[in-house]
Each structure stands twice: as C-alpha cells, then as structure tokens.
C-alpha cells in the first residue's frame, strides 16, 4: 500500500517567534532553543542533517551530531577520508539542519567550514568511550567493504593492536567547525503560515535580523 503522505496533515500550534524574544546574537538564540529541546528530553535533541556537495555542486546529506556551538562555530567529529571529507576537501563550504519535532521547530545554519586544530581534536577523541575510539581506527567511513565480517576482522586487529593501552587519534579523523553567515530560525504555525526569521552578516560582518515569507 502506498502512503498518502498528502493526507497527513496537521496543524502546528506549539509557539510563535516574534523578533522582539529573539537574542539579538543569533547563536545564543541556537543555544536556548538546543536547552529547550534538552529540557524536552528529545532523542539525540544535537543531530543535525549536515548537507555537502563536491566542486561540481553535487549535493549529499547525512546525520551527524553537533559537539560544540559557540563564536568559535558549530562542531562536529568525522574520518577525513569519507565521503563528507573529500566534499568538504574539495569545497568547504555546508548547510546544517536541526529539526525537533515535538517543538515544531527548525534551525538552518549555512557556512563555510574549516577544520579544527589537531589538539582540539586530540581532546576530544580522549573522551570517546574506548569502543569508539577503536572503531575510528577499524572503519575506512563510506569505502566500500566486502561482508560485515571483514569489518569486524578489522576491529579485531585494532583491539589486539592497543591492548588495553591508551588510543591514540587516528591522523584521518578530526573535527570540523562551520562558521556561520546565515541562521534560521522557523517556528510552525497554524494553517502552514509558519514564523521565518533569518539572521545574515552584513558587509561589515554584523548580524542582520528579518522576517521571511513562509
């Protein structure tokens, strides 16, 4: 049976986004709406949809999970050879979407993106549990592999490899930062006349605040 998703309709009432509660800094405002979704006990309330595209203009998308926001951007932790790395390699530039849904809201962030200094991607792989570390160094992210046995011969080999000794990061994994120049927020609202305020820097680098059409 085939779903008629255009029969699924529904209205959403949950909240408004009037320009006068919004922080004029708009990363502060991402901060209280990812507290509010916390307070919500959303599951994995940081997973955002990280969007990428090759030189060409080649597009793909994949969940990751935000690690870190703040002046110094939005984080996030990857193997360098996969996929999204050779994208971001190529052109540094990405779109990040969060949507909680029990909130019937939305945040779209577009930047640029570089990657991280290696000591704070050092730190921060200290603190993945010891499991992840290892499959960090077991999976070759998005190359093809022959049966789901050859990948766990892999993990094998890493575990025998460390011993119960300390994991260093691997050198082709590490975080990225994408540097904001434009956020969105998006509140839903009824009978699809939905709140739009978007934040973009001016030529001097300042953030601009307006109201969208839905």
């Not at 502060?28 to 955002?48: C, I, T, V, Y």
């Not at 969007?51 to 110094?72: F, I, K, M, N, W």
């Not at 025998?160 to 509140?187: H, S």
Request: hydrophobic share 40%.
């Amino acid at each position: 049976m085939t779903a008629k998703t255009h029969e699924q309709r529904r209205d959403y009432e949950k909240g408004v986004l009037f320009e006068s509660e919004l922080d004029p800094d708009p990363i502060r405002q991402f901060q209280h709406w990812l507290a509010d979704a916390e307070a919500a006990n959303l599951l994995e309330p940081g997973a955002m949809v990280l969007a990428t595209a090759t030189a060409a203009g080649e597009p793909s998308a994949r969940v990751v999970l935000l690690r870190h926001s703040g002046p110094d951007g939005f984080w996030f932790f990857t193997n360098y050879d996969s996929r999204k790395g050779r994208e971001l390699a190529a052109n540094p530039a990405a779109s990040l979407v969060f949507y909680w849904d029990q909130l019937e809201r939305q945040v779209r962030i577009e930047g640029n993106v570089e990657r991280l200094p290696d000591a704070e991607s050092d730190a921060y792989f200290q603190t993945r549990p010891r499991a992840s570390q290892l499959s960090a160094w077991a999976s070759p992210q998005s190359d093809v592999v022959t049966t789901r046995d050859a990948l766990e011969a892999r993990l094998s080999a890493v575990e025998t490899r460390f011993g119960d000794g300390e994991i260093p990061r691997p050198a082709n994994w590490g975080g990225y930062r994408v540097m904001p120049a434009a956020i969105e927020f998006w509140q839903g609202r009824q009978s699809r006349l939905h709140d739009r305020i978007r934040y973009r820097r001016d030529a001097q680098g300042a953030w601009i605040r307006e109201r969208l059409a839905p």
